[in-house]
Nanobody, 123 residues
Framework: QVQLVESGGGLVQAGGSLRLSCAASTRTFSSSTMGWFRQVPGKEREFVAAIRWSPGATFYTDSVKGRFTISRDNAKNTVYLQMNSLKPEDTAVYYC????????????????WGQGTQVTVSS
């Protein structure tokens, strides 16, 4: 069983930065694609970013390219999402997810989810 625990959310002004972390509880993290998704109340959860285990290919939704960076530390079983130049439209609950080796942007490819962390960007 994979357990994922997110941290690092909070309130920030537009233009500011936050770094989300997601710690996994098992060594299976090292062979999983790790992803970040977000959800606004009343809307479907959407893909934000993902990173493969090896050689660490990354994927981003267009709206965050150039502003967000996903990375992972396999020794610490942790994935990060560095969010810069935040905008009010980035406000959402952010979820960490662990998926198969070939997972990319599709939610169905991720079988394990964290509880979510709130990110609020004020204008």
């Amino acid at each position: 069983q994979v357990q994922l625990v997110e941290s690092g959310g909070g309130l920030v002004q537009a233009g500011g930065s936050l770094r989300l972390s997601c710690a996994a509880s098992t060594r299976t993290f090292s062979s999983s694609t790790m992803g970040w998704f977000r959800q606004v109340p009343g809307k479907e959860r959407e893909f934000v970013a993902a990173i493969r285990w090896s050689p660490g290919a990354t994927f981003y939704t267009d709206s965050v390219k150039g502003r967000f960076t996903i990375s992972r530390d396999n020794a610490k079983n942790t994935v990060y999402l560095q969010m810069n130049s935040l905008k009010p439209e980035d406000t959402a609950v952010y979820y960490c997810a662990a998926g198969g080796v070939l997972a990319r942007t599709e939610e169905v490819a991720y079988g394990y989810w964290g509880q979510g962390t709130q990110v609020t960007v004020s204008s």
